[in-house]
């Protein structure tokens, strides 16, 4: 298993784990103890790590989500709470929900080992979201908190990453959108409005986009051996499987 193959194989487990928290109905308590919406919570949680910047950067970062859907979501500086402290209030959110669903899994210390080795690893080049929250420190070193941290922050490396090769395909983030299987309930969920362009055309432009995104994540899994990737892509999959009533459908 090549380092781009086990990008492959792991990428879309790691952008569902990765999340996971952030649909939690405690996480979505949290978000109203702060007085947020559970929108405002998502996007300010996730963008707030980058500190208190405009909302022109946050649309920039967040490129697959429509602007319009940004700016509800952005929760500017001069506001409480501040854009860090909720950023600090999902990373507990991550590391709570880890503990909860993540600490039964039968190698979870191994897990996170490997994890941590693939987030150290990662090339942060244009991928300023990446980078923000990898120079934070994570607030709980259990075995399972740090799994979940450590998935957070391959998910963004991997949105980033697809994020350079959607830009680097000639097509733009909503018709890299459109061109997935369930492409006009994606760009709905970015908050993209119709009509949309059609779709067929972009399709070709958008695996190829996806071959470049695994050829960009895969320099991460060069940290691990051959014997490594497979390990870590096989304990990925069973924790998925032993995720299945935690993540929603």
């Known amino acids: 298993m090549t380092p781009e193959q086990a990008a492959a194989a792991n990428r879309a487990l790691v952008l569902r784990v990765g999340g996971a928290f952030a649909e939690c109905p405690q996480t979505l308590r949290r978000a109203r103890l702060l007085g947020l919406t559970g929108w405002q919570f998502q996007i300010t949680g996730r963008a707030g790590a980058l500190g208190e910047v405009g909302v022109e950067a946050v649309t920039a970062v967040l490129g697959f989500l429509a602007p319009e859907a940004v700016a509800d979501g952005w929760q500017p500086a001069h506001r409480e709470p501040r854009p860090e402290e909720v950023a600090m209030a999902s990373y507990l959110e991550c590391c709570r929900w880890g503990n909860a669903h993540l600490a039964g899994l039968p190698q979870v210390e191994r897990l996170a080992e490997l ?4 987030v150290s690893a990662a090339d942060a080049t244009g991928m300023p979201l990446f980078a923000a929250w990898r120079a934070r420190p994570i607030p709980d070193d259990t075995p399972a908190a740090l799994l979940a941290a450590h998935l957070h922050l391959l998910r ?3 949105i ?5 090769a959607v830009r ?4 733009s983030p909503l018709g890299a959108l459109l061109a997935r ?3 006009e309930a994606e ?3 970015a908050g993209w409005a119709p009509p949309y362009p059609p779709a067929g055309p ?11 995104t695994d050829r960009l994540a895969g320099s991460a899994f060069g940290v691990l051996d051959v014997a490594e990737r497979r390990e870590v892509t096989d304990l990925l ?3 998925h499987e032993g995720l299945r009533t935690a993540l929603r459908p």
């Open 115 to 118: 994890t941590g080795r693939l």
């Open 156 to 158: 963004e490396y991997f």
């Open 160 to 164: 980033e990453a697809n994020l350079l």
């Open 168 to 171: 680097a395909s000639g097509i």
């Open 181 to 183: 299987p369930d492409g």
């Open 187 to 189: 760009a709905v969920a």
């Open 202 to 212: 972009l399709v070709r432009q958008r695996l190829w986009a996806e071959a470049v």
């Open 237 to 239: 999959a069973e924790a």
